[in-house]
Each structure stands twice: as structure tokens, then as C-alpha cells.
């Protein structure tokens, strides 16, 4: 820095747009994505700011019109992961000197870009490539997006700030290095804003990043990449590769300059990727930072004396938002028995009012899942639900494939607290109740602590504050985001740091400061103002 303490703009949550029948913005929004659905493109791998076409390509389909092409992408081979890690490299060495403000500058350039010239075109891309209706692309795409590039600039300067003490005859400094190496960031399909943020993070720390997004998000993903053009991120600090998940992850892995990785995806992936990295550890230069957010089997608990009015909007919103397809997303709900026949009551009359269909169509609540593959893995379960004699789908199990992935929200009342569908993760719009006895409170607390492997998100609603207290300490350790009498969904950048432990990850709370400190090397300088020049201490003296 040098020349001045300097302060950035103070971060706000960007404001989310209504797009109510008549807005502009809901005007824009469909024009963008009648454009974009009618334009195929072909995107290239970006490495060290060149277009790299391999001629190795697949297609990409919206997964509501999955017949519809609305492009290609290519694949990287081996030789192009090693060219991303030198380019990576030699770009760390003007970017990791370059001063703080001058990268806080690029991605502040990039929140604006996104919340003003470029809004319209990341939410539709992402309707189409993630089948996202218009809000729940608008609190994704855009508004977590910027969220995030925002308040990890002013997360950042409180890092900074955090110096040690010092005498009048020593000044102490604290220096928050880049990592020594490079960053590998893989991200997933079902948030735009997570696929941008992980490798931005890395980035606004000084360090350069190959990313890896999910392919079925790479249409979006070229959003992002676009963006990050624009607000002047320097070619070869953020380099891109589709393809082949295992030879581009081996490559990487194998690079003694590998130096960490930013991750949200699979449990099974990720473990996998772990131990990959502790095989190789002796390549290494140094320990690489593993930083991960994975699966989720959350949970809402309704007590006695909950609003039941509540309990249904919190799991038709907490499960059901997106086809599920969120890792905070509702999946197992426990109720009393003395309210149970209401909150069917009330779920079964919401659930019939929902619309599902194309995104285009905005009264549609209710659109498709990923792709085939998720598709063929949810209806199996759902098939299961309806033949076994300890479950009942009270709600939904209908599904259709022919034009898009379509999957009814689906509700499943088992007698087994244990069911399958209690304990596996879905990742679809299927959620499951057990009903409890009103006198099993205390049991109930302890079985939904024991049930899952995961522990990301959860959700008590009560109105007795005694009960509350109670659940909240009893399943401290089932849930990195907790919350109370609302549904388990919707963190919120600065407000909810987001994040689970257990089988959920390493809970390194994006949104917040402490996955910032994940990208730094703190260095501890000392500065002597008179340097002694005698070793004698005076308890030598006689």
C-alpha cells in the first residue's frame, strides 16, 4: 500500500428486485432469456486469458426442455490443466505483490457489473441452465453474488487491521501472505454465486486459482467469466477447464505447487479428494488448506406449540425452493402428533396451489431437477416410498421426463424415524415427516442429532421459549446454521456466515471473515529500532 489507509465502500445486501407483473426488470429479464434461449454458444477453456478450443466438446440443455441445444463446451485434456498451472503460477508473481486496494477494486467493479449491465443476463442464464425460477435466480445469482464480492472486500480490510502490539524499541507487523502455490476451486450447479465466489475469494486474497464448475452450470459459468473480464481481473489469475472431474483434479493434485482447495460439492467427492491430497503429501511444498462444503440432511423440528400455519409454509418453502436442490435444503421434518393433522392439513391445500413448469412462465413455483441422472435417483426412492408399508406419500409423487425433469414435490409420512429417506441425501423435491409422540420430546431431540451423518443446516419452530433454548442446545453440534421458527434455507452474506461441520464440510463459514483467513500465510515481522550489540544479559554479572 504505501500511500494511504484506505477505506472501502461500506457493504450493504443488494437489494432484491420484486419482478412483479409490469416491472421493468421482469420485462428485461425475459426478453434476455428469450435471447439467449434462441443464440447457441460455444465456450472455450480460459486459460491465461486466451480461448482455448479443443474441438473435444459436449452439449448443454436447459433441464425443463432438455431437447432444446443451447450450446457446446470443450474439454480440457492433461496438457491444458498443466498449462493452467504455469500460467497460474507466473501470474501469482505480479498478482500476489499487487496491492490490496488495487484487486478490492476489481471485484468491487464486478458487484456493480453484475447489479447493474450485466443483472438481467446472470439471472437468465441461470434460469436456463439451472432451471432457477426468476427469484430464486435473483437472490443467487445476482444478489448473493454481489453480496459476496462486497463483503469479502470489507472482510478482508478487518483481516488486514488485525495487527499485534509493539514496544517503543520493537514494531511488530503482520503480513497476510497469498498461499505459496496455486488454488484449485470446484464448484456445483445449484448456486451461480457459489460458483463465482469461490475462486473470487482466493483471488481478492492475492493467490491465482484454475477453476472447475460443475458441467451442468458451465453455461452460466461463462457469465462469470465474462464478468470477471470486464472488471479487469488480469489473465491468467482466474483460469477455467471443463472436462474430465477425475484426470483434471489428478493433474492438479499431483503439482507440488498445489496449495489448496476451495470446494462445495459431493461428501463422496470430497473425502476422495482428501485422501488423494494425504497420499500425495510428501509432493507438496507446503500443507495445502482443504476448505469444503459438502451434503446436508437437514432437518425442521416443530414443537407443540407452534404456529402450524408456519410449520407448513417452512417446509413447503424449506424443501421445496428450487426442486430441493439446496444443500440447506429440508429433507426431514419432525412433528407433534397433536399438530400433525393440521399441518397436512394446511401442506396438502399449499402444495395443490403450486404451478410447475418452464422458469419463462413466472407463476411457476416449481421447475425441473439438474438433469437425468438426479431424475432417475429421486423417482427410484419414490417408487420405493409407495410400494413399502411403513411409508405413505401423502403429497406429489408423480414425475415426467419427456420434455424436461420433472418431479412433483413429493411429501413422504413414514412410522420409521429411521427410513431411508430420512437419512439419505436426495437432493430433490421429496421431503419426509416423521410424526412423534408429544411426549417423546426429549427422544426426538436426541434421534434427530443421531440420524444423519451431516450437520449443516436446521430449524426449530416453537413459541414456547423454554423449548426453544432446549433444542437449540441439544442440537448444537447437528447443525452449522441453525435456525428459530424459520425454515432451514436462505443465508444471507454478512448476516447468516454459512457453513456445517461433520459429513457437511470443513464449516468455514462463506460470508463471512474466516474463510478469507482460509487463503492468507500470516508472516510476523519484527523490526528492532537499536540492535544490541553485546550478548551479555545482566544476570550474568557478578
Same mark, same amino acid.
Given at each position: 500500500?504505501?500511500k494511504g489507509f484506505?477505506q472501502?465502500?461500506?457493504?450493504?445486501?443488494?437489494p432484491?428486485? +420484486?419482478?412483479?407483473?409490469?416491472?421493468?426488470e421482469r420485462?428485461?429479464?425475459?426478453a434476455?432469456?428469450?435471447?439467449?434461449?434462441?443464440t447457441t454458444i460455444?465456450?472455450?477453456?480460459?486459460?491465461?486469458?486466451?480461448?482455448i478450443?479443443?474441438?473435444?466438446?459436449?452439449?448443454m440443455?436447459?433441464?425443463?426442455d432438455?431437447?432444446h441445444i443451447?450450446?457446446? *463446451?470443450?474439454k480440457?485434456?492433461k496438457?491444458?490443466?498443466q498449462?493452467?498451472?504455469?500460467t497460474?503460477?507466473e501470474?501469482?508473481?505480479?498478482?500476489?505483490?499487487?496491492?490490496w486496494?488495487?484487486?478490492a477494486?476489481?471485484?468491487l467493479?464486478?458487484a456493480?457489473?453484475i447489479? @447493474?449491465?450485466?443483472?438481467?443476463?446472470?439471472?437468465?442464464?441461470?434460469m436456463l441452465a439451472?432451471?432457477?425460477n426468476?427469484?430464486?435466480? !435473483?437472490i443467487?445469482?445476482?444478489? !448473493?453474488?454481489i453480496?459476496f464480492l462486497?463483503?469479502?472486500?470489507?472482510?478482508?480490510?478487518?483481516i488486514?487491521?488485525?495487527?499485534?502490539?509493539?514496544?517503543?524499541g520493537?514494531?511488530?507487523r503482520?503480513?497476510?501472505?497469498?498461499?505459496?502455490?496455486?488454488i484449485?476451486?470446484i464448484?456445483?450447479?445449484?448456486?451461480t454465486?457459489?460458483a463465482?465466489?469461490?475462486p473470487?475469494?482466493?483471488?481478492?486474497?492475492?493467490?491465482t486459482?484454475?477453476?472447475?464448475p460443475?458441467d451442468?452450470?458451465?453455461f452460466?459459468?461463462?457469465?462469470?467469466?465474462d464478468?470477471?473480464?470486464?472488471a479487469?481481473?488480469?489473465? @491468467?489469475?482466474?483460469?477455467?477447464?471443463y472436462?474430465?472431474?477425475?484426470?483434471?483434479?489428478?493433474?492438479?493434485?499431483?503439482s507440488p505447487?498445489?496449495?489448496?482447495?476451495?470446494?462445495?460439492g459431493s461428501?463422496?467427492?470430497?473425502?476422495?479428494i482428501?485422501?488423494?491430497i494425504g497420499s500425495?503429501?510428501?509432493?507438496?511444498k507446503?500443507?495445502?488448506r482443504?476448505?469444503g462444503?459438502?451434503?446436508?440432511?437437514?432437518?425442521i423440528l416443530a414443537?407443540?406449540s407452534?404456529?402450524?400455519k408456519?410449520v407448513?409454509?417452512a417446509?413447503?418453502?424449506g424443501?421445496?425452493e428450487?426442486q430441493?436442490?439446496?444443500?440447506?435444503?429440508a429433507?426431514?421434518?419432525?412433528?407433534?402428533?397433536s399438530s400433525?393433522?393440521?399441518?397436512?392439513k394446511?401442506?396438502?391445500?399449499?402444495l395443490a396451489s403450486?404451478?410447475?413448469?418452464?422458469?419463462e412462465?413466472? +407463476?411457476?413455483?416449481?421447475?425441473a431437477?439438474?438433469?437425468e441422472?438426479?431424475?432417475?435417483?429421486?423417482?427410484k *426412492?419414490?417408487?420405493?416410498?409407495?410400494?413399502?408399508?411403513?411409508a405413505?406419500?401423502?403429497?406429489?409423487?408423480?414425475?415426467?421426463?419427456?420434455?424436461?425433469?420433472?418431479?412433483?414435490?413429493t411429501?413422504?409420512v413414514?412410522?420409521?424415524p429411521k427410513?431411508?429417506?430420512m437419512?439419505?441425501?436426495?437432493?430433490?423435491p421429496?421431503?419426509?415427516?416423521?410424526v412423534?409422540e408429544d411426549?417423546a420430546?426429549?427422544?426426538?431431540l436426541k434421534?434427530?442429532d443421531?440420524?444423519?451423518e *451431516?450437520?449443516?443446516?436446521?430449524?426449530i419452530l416453537?413459541?414456547?421459549? *423454554?423449548?426453544?433454548?432446549?433444542?437449540?442446545?441439544a442440537?448444537q453440534?447437528?447443525a452449522?446454521?441453525f435456525?428459530?421458527?424459520d425454515?432451514p434455507?436462505?443465508?444471507?452474506?454478512g448476516?447468516?456466515?454459512? @457453513?456445517?461441520?461433520?459429513a457437511?464440510?470443513?464449516n468455514?463459514?462463506a460470508?463471512?471473515?474466516?474463510n478469507?483467513?482460509?487463503?492468507?500465510?500470516?508472516?510476523?515481522i519484527?523490526?528492532?529500532?537499536?540492535?544490541?550489540?553485546?550478548?551479555?544479559?545482566?544476570?550474568?554479572?557478578?
Open positions: 500500500m504505501g484506505f472501502v465502500p461500506m457493504a450493504i445486501n443488494e432484491v428486485k +420484486s419482478y412483479a407483473p409490469g416491472t421493468p420485462k428485461e429479464v425475459l434476455t432469456y428469450k435471447d439467449l434461449h434462441n460455444d465456450i472455450p477453456l480460459y486459460i491465461n486469458g486466451e480461448e478450443k479443443t474441438g473435444d466438446t459436449a452439449t440443455s436447459p433441464p425443463h432438455h431437447k443451447l450450446g457446446t *463446451y470443450h480440457a485434456e496438457k491444458h490443466v498449462k493452467a498451472i504455469e497460474a503460477l501470474a501469482r508473481k505480479k498478482w500476489g505483490n499487487l496491492e486496494e488495487q484487486r477494486a476489481v471485484f467493479k464486478a456493480e457489473l447489479a @447493474g449491465p450485466y443483472r438481467a443476463k446472470i439471472n437468465a442464464a441461470t439451472q432451471s432457477k426468476i427469484f430464486q435466480a !435473483e443467487d445469482a445476482a444478489c !448473493e453474488f453480496d462486497r463483503f469479502n472486500v470489507e472482510f478482508m480490510t478487518q488486514y487491521k488485525d495487527q499485534p502490539s509493539s514496544t517503543s520493537a514494531w511488530n503482520l503480513e497476510y501472505r497469498p498461499l505459496e502455490g496455486f484449485y476451486a464448484t456445483p450447479f445449484n448456486f454465486a457459489i463465482g465466489n469461490l473470487a475469494s482466493a483471488a481478492l486474497m492475492g493467490n486459482v484454475i477453476w472447475k460443475s451442468s452450470q458451465i452460466s459459468a461463462k457469465i462469470i467469466v464478468i470477471f473480464k470486464e479487469g481481473v488480469p489473465d @491468467g489469475v482466474i483460469n477455467v477447464v472436462g474430465d472431474p477425475v484426470m483434471i483434479t489428478d493433474t492438479i493434485l499431483a505447487d498445489f496449495a489448496g482447495i476451495h470446494f462445495t461428501t463422496h467427492v470430497f473425502k476422495d482428501w485422501a488423494k500425495n503429501i510428501h509432493t507438496y507446503t500443507y495445502p482443504i476448505v462444503e459438502t451434503g446436508g440432511k437437514d432437518f414443537h407443540a407452534a404456529n402450524t408456519q407448513s409454509t417446509i413447503i418453502r424443501a421445496f428450487f430441493g436442490q439446496k444443500c440447506s435444503a429433507s426431514r421434518v419432525y412433528v407433534p402428533k400433525w393433522a393440521d399441518v397436512e394446511h401442506l396438502i391445500a399449499d403450486l404451478k410447475m413448469g418452464s422458469p412462465d413466472m +407463476s411457476n413455483f416449481i421447475t431437477v439438474i438433469h441422472g438426479s431424475f432417475d435417483k429421486l423417482t *426412492y419414490i417408487d420405493q416410498a409407495k410400494k413399502d408399508t411403513n405413505e406419500i401423502v403429497a406429489g409423487g408423480g414425475y415426467d421426463k419427456s420434455k424436461g425433469y420433472f418431479i412433483e414435490p411429501v413422504i413414514t412410522k420409521d427410513y431411508t429417506t437419512c439419505t441425501e436426495l437432493f430433490g421429496v421431503v419426509t415427516i416423521f412423534y411426549t420430546w426429549e427422544e426426538t434421534l434427530i443421531e440420524t444423519s *451431516y450437520a449443516l443446516t436446521g430449524a416453537s413459541t414456547d421459549r *423454554y423449548a426453544a433454548t432446549e433444542a437449540t442446545k442440537l453440534n447437528a452449522g446454521n435456525y428459530i421458527n425454515k434455507t436462505g443465508a444471507v452474506v448476516q447468516q456466515p454459512f @457453513g456445517g461441520a461433520r457437511s464440510g470443513t468455514d463459514k460470508g463471512s471473515y474466516l478469507l483467513l482460509r487463503w492468507v500465510s500470516p508472516r510476523t519484527k523490526e528492532t529500532f537499536v540492535t544490541p550489540i553485546d550478548y551479555r544479559y545482566p544476570f550474568l554479572g557478578e
